[in-house]
Protein backbone atom coordinates (compact mmCIF):
# COMPACT_ATOMS: atom_id res chain seq x y z
CA UNK A 1 0.00 0.00 0.00
CA UNK A 2 1.56 3.44 -0.70
CA UNK A 3 0.75 6.56 1.14
CA UNK A 4 -1.26 7.64 -1.82
CA UNK A 5 -4.22 5.08 -1.29
CA UNK A 6 -3.80 4.81 2.26
CA UNK A 7 -5.80 7.10 4.16
CA UNK A 8 -5.47 7.61 8.04
CA UNK A 9 -8.70 7.84 9.78
CA UNK A 10 -7.66 10.06 12.88
CA UNK A 11 -10.32 11.11 15.47
CA UNK A 12 -10.81 14.81 15.73
CA UNK A 13 -11.22 16.14 19.49
CA UNK A 14 -12.01 19.27 19.81
CA UNK A 15 -9.18 20.56 22.73
CA UNK A 16 -9.66 23.13 25.06
CA UNK A 17 -8.08 27.01 25.28
CA UNK A 18 -5.24 26.78 27.44
CA UNK A 19 -5.00 30.38 29.03
CA UNK A 20 -5.16 31.80 32.38
CA UNK A 21 -2.82 31.03 35.35
CA UNK A 22 -0.96 27.77 36.04
CA UNK A 23 1.14 26.24 37.92
CA UNK A 24 4.18 24.12 35.95
CA UNK A 25 5.91 20.89 37.56
CA UNK A 26 8.04 18.05 36.19
CA UNK A 27 7.67 14.80 37.23
CA UNK A 28 9.65 11.55 36.90
CA UNK A 29 9.66 7.73 36.63
CA UNK A 30 12.07 5.57 35.01
CA UNK A 31 13.45 7.39 31.91
CA UNK A 32 10.40 9.32 31.61
CA UNK A 33 9.88 12.78 32.21
CA UNK A 34 6.69 14.57 32.31
CA UNK A 35 6.50 18.80 32.23
CA UNK A 36 3.24 18.98 33.64
CA UNK A 37 0.72 22.42 33.87
CA UNK A 38 -2.04 22.47 36.06
CA UNK A 39 -4.76 25.48 35.37
CA UNK A 40 -6.10 26.72 38.14
CA UNK A 41 -9.57 27.08 35.93
CA UNK A 42 -10.90 24.20 33.70
CA UNK A 43 -13.21 21.70 33.47
CA UNK A 44 -11.32 18.76 34.11
CA UNK A 45 -9.40 17.89 30.78
CA UNK A 46 -6.30 16.33 30.37
CA UNK A 47 -4.33 16.72 27.60
CA UNK A 48 -0.83 14.42 26.68
CA UNK A 49 1.30 15.50 24.16
CA UNK A 50 -1.29 17.42 22.14
CA UNK A 51 -3.88 14.40 22.36
CA UNK A 52 -6.84 14.26 24.73
CA UNK A 53 -5.60 11.88 27.20
CA UNK A 54 -8.14 8.80 26.76
CA UNK A 55 -6.66 8.52 23.09
CA UNK A 56 -2.84 8.47 24.35
CA UNK A 57 -3.30 5.88 27.35
CA UNK A 58 -4.88 2.96 27.97
CA UNK A 59 -7.49 2.69 30.48
CA UNK A 60 -5.48 1.78 33.17
CA UNK A 61 -3.03 4.69 32.18
CA UNK A 62 -6.07 7.09 32.75
CA UNK A 63 -6.19 5.70 35.86
CA UNK A 64 -2.88 5.92 37.08
CA UNK A 65 -3.08 9.62 35.73
CA UNK A 66 -6.31 10.90 37.56
CA UNK A 67 -5.03 9.26 40.83
CA UNK A 68 -4.18 12.13 42.91
CA UNK A 69 -7.34 14.11 41.37
CA UNK A 70 -9.51 11.55 42.76
CA UNK A 71 -7.91 11.39 46.18
CA UNK A 72 -7.77 15.18 46.79
CA UNK A 73 -11.46 15.35 45.27
CA UNK A 74 -10.12 17.87 42.46
CA UNK A 75 -11.41 15.84 39.56
CA UNK A 76 -13.20 18.35 37.44
CA UNK A 77 -11.70 21.63 38.88
CA UNK A 78 -8.65 21.45 36.84
CA UNK A 79 -7.49 21.68 32.86
CA UNK A 80 -4.17 19.39 32.92
CA UNK A 81 -1.53 19.97 29.93
CA UNK A 82 1.30 17.57 29.97
CA UNK A 83 4.23 17.16 27.33
CA UNK A 84 6.13 13.30 28.07
CA UNK A 85 9.24 12.23 26.65
CA UNK A 86 10.98 8.92 27.00
CA UNK A 87 9.65 5.46 28.55
CA UNK A 88 6.77 3.80 27.43
CA UNK A 89 3.22 4.57 28.77
CA UNK A 90 2.84 3.33 31.96
CA UNK A 91 6.31 5.15 32.95
CA UNK A 92 4.92 8.28 31.60
CA UNK A 93 1.26 8.08 33.04
CA UNK A 94 3.02 7.19 36.21
CA UNK A 95 5.49 10.67 35.43
CA UNK A 96 2.50 12.92 34.87
CA UNK A 97 1.25 11.22 38.57
CA UNK A 98 3.75 12.42 40.10
CA UNK A 99 4.22 15.98 38.46
CA UNK A 100 0.16 16.67 39.27
CA UNK A 101 1.02 15.19 42.70
CA UNK A 102 3.49 18.23 42.98
CA UNK A 103 0.86 20.85 41.67
CA UNK A 104 -1.67 19.79 44.10
CA UNK A 105 0.40 20.41 46.85
CA UNK A 106 2.09 23.21 45.84
CA UNK A 107 -1.37 25.09 45.64
CA UNK A 108 -2.76 23.18 49.11
CA UNK A 109 0.03 22.02 51.61
CA UNK A 110 -2.73 20.32 53.30
CA UNK A 111 -2.93 16.94 50.25
CA UNK A 112 0.87 16.34 51.16
CA UNK A 113 0.36 13.99 54.25
CA UNK A 114 -2.25 12.14 52.23
CA UNK A 115 -0.46 12.10 48.31
CA UNK A 116 2.73 11.09 50.14
CA UNK A 117 0.79 8.16 52.08
CA UNK A 118 0.18 6.81 48.89
CA UNK A 119 3.81 7.42 47.41
CA UNK A 120 2.48 9.92 44.82
CA UNK A 121 4.99 13.02 45.94
CA UNK A 122 8.35 11.44 46.37
CA UNK A 123 10.42 10.22 42.74
CA UNK A 124 10.60 6.91 42.27
CA UNK A 125 13.91 6.38 41.65
CA UNK A 126 13.98 2.75 40.09
CA UNK A 127 15.75 2.03 36.84
CA UNK A 128 16.88 -1.25 35.18
CA UNK A 129 19.64 -2.16 35.81
CA UNK A 130 22.52 -2.69 33.22
CA UNK A 131 23.76 -5.70 31.21
CA UNK A 132 26.77 -7.33 32.41
CA UNK A 133 29.65 -8.64 30.68
CA UNK A 134 29.10 -12.51 29.76
CA UNK A 135 25.41 -12.46 31.07
CA UNK A 136 22.51 -12.71 29.35
CA UNK A 137 20.89 -9.75 30.80
CA UNK A 138 21.71 -7.90 33.93
CA UNK A 139 21.69 -10.93 36.56
CA UNK A 140 20.67 -13.98 34.22
CA UNK A 141 23.71 -16.39 33.58
CA UNK A 142 23.96 -18.71 30.36
CA UNK A 143 22.48 -21.99 31.04
CA UNK A 144 25.60 -24.43 33.13
CA UNK A 145 26.33 -27.25 30.68
CA UNK A 146 28.50 -30.24 32.36
CA UNK A 147 30.00 -31.14 29.18
Known sequence: MTKD???TTKKTVELPK????????????????ARVRVYKKGDG???????????YFSEYGMKIVKQPLKLSGN??????SAVVTGGGKLGQASAIRHGISRALVEMDETLKPS????????RDARRKERKKPGLKKARRAPQWSKR
Open 45 to 55: AIIVNGMDATE
Open 5 to 7: TKE
Open 75 to 80: LKDFTI
Open 115 to 122: LRAKGWVT
Open 18 to 33: LKGKYIATIGRRKVAI
